[in-house]
């Protein structure tokens, strides 16, 4: 039988700086023991992203939506090659993709693009050939071969639309708090955590506004059937919450959208 692969997501919270790369090239090498085929999607680090829309604003108070996707886009490349680089010291090889040589197809809406396809062979190969594949999260590419982003938090989008291409064991989400909790862990110290919870629940949770994953990611998983482990980098071997736990895989791949209008 063919190797799972796993899919492991950071967000900008747990690449704060240089040395979290470091940190989290540990973690990986870990997980990687268990899981030999891992493709890990990484955020642009800490508020990065922020800064980069903040320079867009400071150029032009409307910038073309076109032009911020190509700025945009390169925080979470800045992270995927410093990932790259500290996996290779550690002695892990990895090779790091954008989301367009990752083959994510989306429509052409800029800045909050909807996935069409995704066309993961280049990923494949990198994982047949030992090596941990490292994907820019939050972005894609148009069938015009124009970048796109997915929209704020996108990167967990990204992470279960390769869950759901690669027919991933499981994703992973690392996050500075340790799941999904009934109220603000960083506010409520006596707020307790889910271990469990359905998709219907977390679609509300994150279409309310809780940030713990973009709600379209929730969303995608719910549609195809992909379990989703949220967990803490800074204790990674506590389980956290997982959403959708004994869901139902569906034979064919579903996106965000069959076709652009
Ligand atoms: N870096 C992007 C953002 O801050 C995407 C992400 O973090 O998922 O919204
Ligand atoms: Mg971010």
Do not use: W
Request: aromatic share 4%; net charge positive; proline share 3%.
């Amino acid at each position: 039988m063919e190797t799972e692969i796993l899919v492991m997501k950071f967000g900008g919270a747990s690449v704060v700086n240089t040395e979290s790369f470091l940190k989290i090239a540990e973690l990986i090498i870990e997980r990687s023991k268990q899981h030999p085929k891992i493709v890990v999607v990484v955020s642009a680090m800490a508020n990065t992203t922020d800064q980069l829309l903040e320079m867009a604003k400071q150029v032009h108070p409307e910038p073309p939506r076109r032009e911020t996707d190509m700025l945009v886009s390169v925080g979470e490349r800045i992270s995927i090659a410093l990932l790259a680089m500290a996996l290779s010291l550690k002695g892990k090889e990895a090779v790091s993709f954008t989301g367009s040589q990752s083959g994510i197809v989306t429509c052409n809406n800029h800045m909050d693009a909807k996935i069409v396809d995704v066309r993961p062979h280049r990923l494949v190969k990198a994982l047949n050939e030992g090596k941990i594949a490292i994907v820019a999260g939050f972005q894609g590419v148009s069938k015009g071969g124009e970048i796109t982003t997915l929209g704020r938090g996108g990167s967990d989008t990204s992470a279960v639309a390769l869950g759901v291409a690669l027919n991933a064991a499981a994703v992973e989400f690392y996050k500075d708090v340790a799941g999904i909790y009934d109220s603000d862990p960083k506010k409520n110290p006596k707020a307790s955590l889910f271990s469990e919870m359905d998709y219907d629940k977390a679609l509300e949770l994150t279409q309310s506004g809780a940030k713990v994953l973009q709600s379209r990611s929730v969303a995608l998983a719910q549609k195809n059937g992909v379990a989703l482990s949220i967990r803490s980098f800074h204790n990674p071997a506590m389980k956290g919450t997982v959403v959708g736990a004994g869901a139902k895989r569906r034979s064919e791949m579903i996106y965000e959208v069959d076709s652009c209008s």
